[in-house]
């Protein structure tokens, strides 16, 4: 089955140093977001089609960057929508026939290859493969005025890359975008499929800001 | 109100290096256990009186590392129990009078000295104040075969110093232990008080991994 990857890399990074979104940034001499696609691209033995979504203001940058670079990776360069949603959407209008797709945050360049490949495996069979971490610290809800704690056994953080074949989350995408859409697995549960965890790999952080850098050189070291 | 603070260095770190307890590993040139005291010691105007919580076996390694280390913060060396619960208990008994009663992880030095300030005037307040950080990653709930998203705008990481009027504190260690109990915040709900969360800083992680040394020295950078 064909397996792609739609990189989503539509963050501004307002909350970093303005002008220069968190994907584009200098991580051990390369840009964050190319680390990301090269562990796609080094990922196992079958080939994974990088579709990269990148906000119209951006592609120009990326395009400097990857000469820059010589960035060689193939990928396809799509443009992102309003929010993620509507990103995602329009990277998976490019994918092709019945696969497994994979959705990844572009700024995560730390995931294992073993969670790419093993997502990949397992929403191959179960139709959906979402990595996740427990949390090895207490976790409470906040209640109006006061907070209640709840079982953090059972909680588990999640992270990308979200897989799904791509039959399911084509149907799912075809919902109307709502505020609750946080990630790929909650457009695809509303759309009535079982969300399927698997084990992610605790290094595997969102760079949202300037410390994560810092943290992400540390975990690659 | 007299102030306390019941450091918590219970761990045998049996997940890192075999025979050196966590807190006892160098950050930066100090172990990790005397920058948290260190914390304390310098924050704000008013004296907050130390008490470590060391299992019997580590006692005379730290005596060691203060005279290596020229450690000279006035602190008080109480015993361990079998559990976080016992540790936390003994070092209660060792407070005195209406106070004010932080308990913190010894392995968590980046605390903030400003969240340990508010920590302590909230909770002379409002009887409890747990420092806590919301999460900005989806946040699922495991299940026996699937799992289902919860809303992420309410869920709260909570960390330490979780500061308590002594009162409370010690009505709520007057219960029986409970598998359930993982950190003072559910202790003392379960005894029907109400957890007042602030807000924490997200650098104050537990350092329980190797690698959590090296991100530990990033956030210090």
Same mark, same amino acid.
């Given at each position: 089955m064909k397996k792609y990857a739609i990189i989503v890399?539509?963050?501004?990074?307002?909350?970093?140093?303005?002008?220069?979104? *968190?994907? +584009?940034l200098i991580l051990e001499g390369l840009p964050v977001l190319m680390h990301t696609m090269r562990v796609f691209y080094l990922t196992g033995t079958e080939e994974v089609r990088l579709i990269l979504v990148l906000p119209h203001d951006h592609t120009g940058t990326w395009r400097d960057l990857c000469l820059q670079h010589s960035f060689a990776i193939d990928h396809l360069v799509v443009e992102g929508g309003e929010t993620r949603f509507h990103s995602v959407k329009n990277g998976l209008e490019k994918t092709e026939g019945d696969s497994l797709v994979a959705v990844h945050d572009g700024v995560r360049p730390l995931v294992a290859p073993r969670v790419i490949e093993n997502a990949f495996t397992i929403a191959g069979s179960r139709g959906t493969a979402i990595p996740a971490v427990p949390v090895n610290e207490s976790v409470r809800m906040q209640d109006k005025n006061s907070s209640r704690s709840i079982d953090?056994?059972?909680v588990r953080i999640v992270q990308t890359p979200?897989? +799904?074949?791509s039959s399911i989350l084509k149907k799912a995408y075809e919902q109307e975008y709502r505020?609750? +859409?946080?990630d790929d697995a909650s457009v695809v549960e509303a759309a009535g499929f079982a969300i399927h965890l698997i084990e992610g790999n605790v290094?595997?952080? *969102?760079?949202?800001? *300037?410390?994560d850098l810092d943290i992400a050189a540390s975990l690659m070291g």
């Open positions: 890399a539509g963050g501004s990074g307002r909350r970093m140093q303005p002008g220069m979104p *968190k994907q +584009f953090r056994k059972n979200q897989v +799904f074949r505020g609750e +859409f946080t290094e595997n952080i *969102k760079i949202t800001r *300037k410390i």
